[in-house]
C-alpha cells in the first residue's frame, strides 16, 4: 500500500497528460469535430479518407523516407566522431561542453540560419560553391523537390549529432580500459581495435541512438515547418505537418485526430520493431 501512494502522483500524471488526451484523441478519430460544438459520429470516415486520397500516403512516404536520411547519417556521423575524440583525450574534454550547443537552440533559430544558407542569392552555401569553382551545382536548395528534403535533414542532422556523439561517448567510457590495452598488446590497429573490440561493445549505445533519432524524426515537423512550409511541391510535407495544417490550418480536429492515431500505431510498431532487433544483436554479441 506504501509503495502504490508513492507512485500515485507520477500515476496521476501519466493518466492526465499521457493516457487521457491518447483516449480523447482516439475518440475524436471517429467524428467529424471542428473544435467547436459537440463532435458527431463518422465511423471509419476519417480513415477512410486517409487511405484513399494519395496526399497521405505520400506524406507517410516522406516522413520514413526523411527518417531514414536523418537517422543514417547522425548515428554514422555520431559513431565516427565519438571515435575521434575518444583517440583525442584532450579535444575531447574540451568537445564535451560543445557537443550539446545545436541541439539546445531554438528550432526556429536553426531553421531560419539554414534557411539563409541555402538561400539561392546571397547564402553560404551556394557562395562556398562559387568561390571554389563549383557554381554550376549551386541552386535553389530548398526550392527545388529534389534537393528540398535532404537539404532539411542535413540540418536536423547538424542540430542532433552532438547529442548523438555523447552517447556513444558515454559507451566508450562504460567499455574497461583493459581491453584495449589487450588489443595493444595483440597489436591489433586502430581500425581493428574499432571494428572488433569497441564496436560490438558499443551495441548498447547504438540502440538508444537509432530508437531516440527514428522517434523523434519520425515526428518531426518544426524544421519542414520552419523552412519550406511542406514545399516545394510537397516534397517535404511530412505527416506531422499534415496534422498540425489540418488541425489549426483547417479545424478539421476529427481528421487531425485520426492521422495522429495513425502516426501514434506506426511509431510504436517501428520502435517495437527496432528494440527487439537491436536487443536481440546487443545478446549476440
Known amino acids: 500500500m506504501t509503495r502504490f501512494l508513492f507512485m500515485l502522483p507520477a500515476l496521476i500524471v501519466l493518466g492526465v497528460f499521457f493516457v487521457y488526451p491518447i483516449l480523447l484523441t482516439f475518440y475524436y478519430s471517429f467524428t467529424d469535430f471542428t473544435g467547436v460544438g459537440q463532435p458527431e459520429y463518422a465511423g471509419l470516415k476519417n480513415y477512410d479518407r486517409?487511405?484513399?486520397?494519395?496526399?497521405?500516403?505520400?506524406?507517410?512516404?516522406?516522413?520514413?523516407?526523411?527518417?531514414?536520411?536523418?537517422?543514417?547519417?547522425?548515428?554514422?556521423?555520431?559513431?565516427?566522431i565519438a571515435?575521434?575524440?575518444?583517440?583525442?583525450?584532450?579535444?575531447?574534454?574540451?568537445?564535451?561542453?560543445?557537443?550539446f550547443t545545436?541541439?539546445?537552440?531554438?528550432?526556429?533559430?536553426?531553421?531560419?540560419?539554414?534557411?539563409?544558407?541555402?538561400?539561392?542569392?546571397?547564402?553560404?552555401?551556394?557562395?562556398?560553391?562559387?568561390?571554389?569553382?563549383?557554381?554550376?551545382?549551386?541552386?535553389g536548395w530548398l526550392g527545388d523537390p529534389n534537393t528540398a528534403l535532404i537539404a532539411i535533414a542535413i540540418a536536423h542532422v547538424w542540430m542532433f549529432t552532438g547529442y548523438t556523439t555523447a552517447i556513444f561517448l558515454a559507451?566508450?567510457?562504460?567499455?574497461?580500459?583493459?581491453?584495449?590495452?589487450?588489443?595493444?598488446l595483440d597489436g591489433a590497429s586502430s581500425w581493428q581495435r574499432f571494428r572488433y573490440l569497441?564496436?560490438?561493445?558499443l551495441a548498447p549505445s547504438v540502440t538508444i541512438n537509432v530508437m531516440l533519432s527514428t522517434i523523434g524524426t519520425l515526428k518531426t515537423?518544426?524544421?519542414p515547418f520552419i523552412?519550406?512550409?511542406?514545399?516545394?511541391?510537397?516534397?517535404t510535407r511530412t505527416l506531422s505537418l499534415e496534422i498540425i495544417e489540418n488541425l489549426f490550418g483547417a479545424y478539421k480536429f476529427g481528421f487531425a485526430s485520426a492521422l495522429s492515431i495513425v502516426m501514434l500505431v506506426i511509431v510504436v510498431?517501428?520502435?517495437?520493431?527496432?528494440?527487439?532487433?537491436?536487443?536481440?544483436?546487443e545478446d549476440v554479441t
Do not use: C, H
Open 269 to 281: 510498431i517501428v520502435a517495437f520493431v527496432q528494440n527487439k532487433y537491436l536487443r536481440s544483436r
Open 227 to 235: 523552412m519550406t512550409r511542406g514545399g516545394p511541391d510537397g516534397a
Open 83 to 99: 571515435t575521434l575524440l575518444q583517440r583525442l583525450p584532450a579535444v575531447r574534454n574540451f568537445a564535451r561542453a560543445a557537443l
Open 102 to 139: 545545436p541541439a539546445m537552440m531554438s528550432f526556429v533559430i536553426v531553421g531560419y540560419v539554414w534557411q539563409f544558407i541555402y538561400s539561392p542569392f546571397n547564402g553560404g552555401l551556394n557562395a562556398l560553391l562559387t568561390s571554389v569553382g563549383l557554381e554550376s551545382l549551386a541552386r
Open 171 to 184: 559507451g566508450f567510457a562504460n567499455i574497461p580500459g583493459d581491453i584495449d590495452e589487450a588489443g595493444r
Open 198 to 201: 569497441e564496436l560490438p561493445l
Open 50 to 80: 486517409i487511405v484513399s486520397r494519395s496526399r497521405y500516403p505520400e506524406a507517410l512516404k516522406i516522413t520514413v523516407l526523411f527518417t531514414v536520411i536523418v537517422v543514417t547519417i547522425q548515428t554514422t556521423a555520431g559513431l565516427f
Open 221 to 223: 515537423f518544426e524544421l
